[in-house]
């Protein structure tokens, strides 16, 4: 059973900057694409970035140039920085993954979702 549990939500000033963090757990060898989507109030959920498995990256393009997604394959994890930030990235992020390769080798496809994690961008 694959888990992916987010941190590092919370609420920040404009022009402010908070990092996500999601760790996947379960057995598991192999992370497919990783990534971040999120949902405001009333609106439909939406990409923010995404990562490959051998780090190709692309971002929405809302948060192109302010946001910063990296991986480490390793320790099963991916994080988000989010710089610049602005009232209209507040949301529920929510960590996404594509696929697992599981310690016995057998794929899953996904896709797998975390809990989501409040962002606040507010004065």
């Known amino acids: 059973q694959v888990q992916l549990v987010e941190s590092g939500g919370g609420l920040v000033q404009p022009g402010g900057s908070l990092r996500l963090s999601c760790a996947a757990s379960?057995?598991?060898?192999?992370?497919?694409?990783l990534g971040w989507y999120r949902q405001a109030p009333g609106r439909e959920r939406e990409l923010v970035a995404l990562?490959?498995?051998?780090?190709?990256?692309n971002y929405g393009d809302s948060v192109q140039g302010r946001f910063t997604i990296y991986r480490d394959n390793a320790k099963k994890m991916v994080w988000m920085r989010m710089s610049s930030l602005k009232p209209e990235d507040t949301a529920v992020y929510y960590c996404?993954?594509?696929?697992?390769?599981?310690?016995?080798?057998?794929?899953?496809?996904?896709?797998?979702w975390g809990q989501g994690t409040q962002v606040t961008v507010s004065s």
């Open positions: 996404y993954l594509a696929g697992v390769t599981s310690d016995d080798d057998i794929h899953y496809a996904g896709p797998f």
């Open positions: 379960g057995s598991i060898s192999k992370l497919n694409e």
């Open positions: 990562i490959s498995r051998t780090g190709i990256t």
